[in-house]
């Protein structure tokens, strides 16, 4: 591709990808080190699967079309399409079926990875996100889905929630099937369709869903979505359906007599819940935050859930036959962390270094020797990276939140005591080299 000479490449970041900044990294650090701890504890593996995989792996509710662009990012490899993953189930469901004679039945395992989907963006909802997933695979035992259930409140409530501030909402996809069953829908991709639009109740109420089951739907920016081509009678059938406040099916009525065994009481029943992906079958679960999120302009912003999950027993068999009943959770750690941050004061330390500044190349081992002092007593340290004047490293150490600069001139160099000056108070003391790190620790 030729290019004018003048051209100039754009600074900005396409729609839903964002730069994350050293504070917003801390909290997620912090929160995903709680959720190893939960792990370990609830003993699942670890485990890891790349980026991309085969188009056709990933799962059939991609689009039957030449090129699956929509909802994933894909290109063309020696004749075969790959894509970069959308989710972290379908990924584990293609390594169940690999390695099915060499892993545990079940096999628990937990995994947190990049995912990424080709959408449209919003506040919080990113098309690039870190993902974190936990299943049980091989085990029809609904005891397993209430664990998961149990697990991501402890998770949650590790992190700094409070139980008011999050509600964990469960329903079954038993419901629409029998509900698809009683309006004769027996085409696979109306269902999908309609399944996608249920999932937008929490975003767009009734009347949006209803729309997007009918005919379509056109949203504020223009773009017209298709609808599911239901009748209003079929519409009107369903809306019923999902607001009865009753759990019925059998599946439920067992993992809700589960979370009285494990005394777990922050759930709520509620059968609108869809979950959109097509290859659920039976009890699903979705974590709400109860509190409101703001967007960069401090306006309260429609957030819905940071996650959820539920059974899936015929996934694995895509892969040919195995008996790999599954069912799993996933948290969307971005905007966990997106969500967290608002709620309540992370005190994350910061290590900012202390740094040493520069007068003249020939005192260049004089500043390592100081230079090595500090890191080996674990402080943060640097020499000043160039050789400008003291005012500009000086701007440099306020820039970068420096806590102190240690002046080592000529003068400090003959006596043997540098110089260090406190930035957050503008005292200066001359010290020892070998007491310098002491008291360097009164100040960080």
Do not use: H
């Amino acid at each position: 591709m030729t290019k004018d000479k003048n051209y100039k490449p754009s600074k900005e970041l396409p729609l839903g990808f964002v730069d994350r900044q050293e504070k917003e990294l801390l909290v997620r650090d912090f929160i995903i080190s709680n959720i190893k701890e939960v792990m370990i504890k609830y003993g699942f593996q670890y485990l890891e699967t790349p980026s991309f995989e085969y188009s056709d792996s990933i799962g059939k509710f991609l689009p039957d079309k030449d090129r699956p662009d929509e909802g994933v990012f894909s290109f063309k490899d020696e004749n075969k399409w790959l894509s970069l993953r959308y989710d972290l189930t379908a990924p584990l469901a293609r390594y169940v079926a690999k390695n099915y004679l060499e892993i545990s039945k079940p096999f628990k395992r937990y995994q947190l990875g990049t995912v990424w989907r080709n959408e449209k963006p919003g506040p919080g909802r990113f098309r690039e996100f870190l993902q974190f997933d936990a299943d049980f695979v091989g085990t029809k035992s609904l005891q397993a889905d209430a664990e998961l259930c149990v697990m991501i409140s402890e998770i949650l409530e590790k992190c700094g929630l409070a139980k008011s501030d999050y509600i964990i909402k469960i329903s079954s996809r038993k419901i629409t099937e029998e509900l698809f069953k009683k309006i004769n829908v027996k085409d696979n991709q109306q269902k999908l369709t309609a399944l996608r639009a249920l999932d937008k109740i929490d975003r767009l109420g009734w009347n949006g869903v209803k729309e997007l089951l009918g005919k379509g739907r056109k949203d504020k920016s223009g773009d017209f979505t298709k609808g599911a081509n239901l009748k209003i009678k079929e519409i009107e059938l369903i809306e019923e359906t999902l607001k009865n406040n009753s759990p019925e099916t059998e599946d439920l009525v067992e993992i809700l007599n589960i979370f009285k065994d494990y005394n777990f009481k922050n759930f709520q029943f509620d059968p609108s819940i869809i979950r959109g992906l097509e290859y659920y079958t039976g009890a699903i679960f979705e974590v709400n935050l109860k509190f409101d999120v703001t967007n960069n302009k401090g306006q309260v912003i429609q957030f819905g859930s940071i996650g959820g999950g539920g059974r899936y027993d015929n996934l694995v068999n895509n892969f040919g036959k195995y008996d790999a009943p599954a069912t799993g959770i996933s948290i969307g750690l971005d905007r966990l962390v997106y969500a967290l941050m608002q709620k309540k004061e992370f005190k994350v330390k910061q290590s900012k270094p202390i740094v040493i500044c520069f007068f003249d190349k020939s005192s260049m081992k004089e500043y390592i020797n100081v230079l090595t002092i500090l890191r080996r007593a674990g402080i943060s340290a640097e020499i000043y990276p160039g050789e400008s004047k003291l005012k500009k490293q000086m701007e440099y150490a306020n820039k970068i939140k420096s806590p102190a600069v240690i002046l080592y001139g000529e003068n400090e160099i003959k006596s043997g005591k540098p110089t260090l000056r406190n930035l957050g108070t503008g005292d200066e003391k001359s010290i020892e080299t070998k007491e310098l790190a002491n008291e360097i620790k009164k100040i960080i």
